[in-house]
């Protein structure tokens, strides 16, 4: 996943043709489009491919399963033409291993979820986080996910992680998190939903959005 824009939708529309004119109005802002069980489960999973045409997918099922149905759904999300998975980290290390050997075999990427961005991610994710990171790391996964809500969650993350792998980071927006702090906090890209795909002009609030990120880049 190349990093230009530095953003990601998350399409969580459940519509078919919303989702295809969305994808195609803001593909020129993101890098990445994350899409995930609402849009899935409303349009089957051929609707990966069809995003395809506009920006790399990111298949955000939080896997989250023993080894052997870990690497079952893995498969059937690359062979539906994802580019990357996002799965869970706390089902431990044997779970994780099996995600990103199906990755390899696919040439794709793995996610790990080391904190989530609610409230309640707080409760039981947050005091294992760091572990969870480490071990992704130790494992060789491409990417965390990392809580835009808690920029200082992001940089402590960071600094345990170091250049190693990268971070996505949800909660910008409607879940109060702000781009230019992420970025700051040493997030790669930023996930973005609902303020872009429920404005009444998703291109204009995405383009807001990356006008933001690019004016933190130029230290602005
Ligand atoms: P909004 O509409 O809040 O959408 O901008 C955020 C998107 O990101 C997902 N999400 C998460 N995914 N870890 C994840 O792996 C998280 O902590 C997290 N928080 C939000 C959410 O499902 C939506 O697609």
């Given at each position: ?109 793995v ?22 990171a ?86 602005e």
């Amino acid at each position: 996943m190349e990093r230009k824009t530095r953003m990601i939708l998350a399409l969580d529309v459940s519509d078919r043709e919303e989702a295809l004119k969305i994808a195609e109005d803001v593909s020129e802002f993101v890098d990445a489009i994350k899409v995930g069980y609402p849009l899935v489960l409303a349009t089957g999973l051929e609707i990966i491919r069809e995003l395809a045409e506009f920006a790399p997918i990111i298949a955000d099922f939080k896997v989250a399963d023993i080894p052997n149905t870990n690497r079952l759904i893995c498969k059937q999300v690359f062979e539906a033409g994802a580019d990357a998975v996002i799965v869970q980290g706390f089902t431990g290390r044997d779970s994780l291993d099996a995600c990103i050997e199906v990755a390899s075999e696919y040439r794709r990427d793995v996610f790990v979820v080391s904190e989530m961005s609610h409230p309640g991610g707080a409760e039981f994710l947050q005091p294992v986080g760091e572990a969870i990171a480490r071990m992704a790391s130790e494992a060789g996964a491409f990417g965390l996910v990392a809580p835009a809500t808690r920029p200082e969650r992001v940089k402590k993350i960071r600094k345990i992680i170091g250049d190693k792998l990268t971070i996505i980071s949800p909660g910008v927006g409607a879940q109060g998190g702000r781009a230019s702090d992420v970025i700051a906090a040493g997030a790669d890209w930023v996930i973005v939903g609902r303020s872009i795909y429920k404005a009444e002009l998703p291109k204009e609030a995405a383009s807001e959005i990356a006008a933001e990120i690019e004016a933190e880049l130029r230290g602005e």
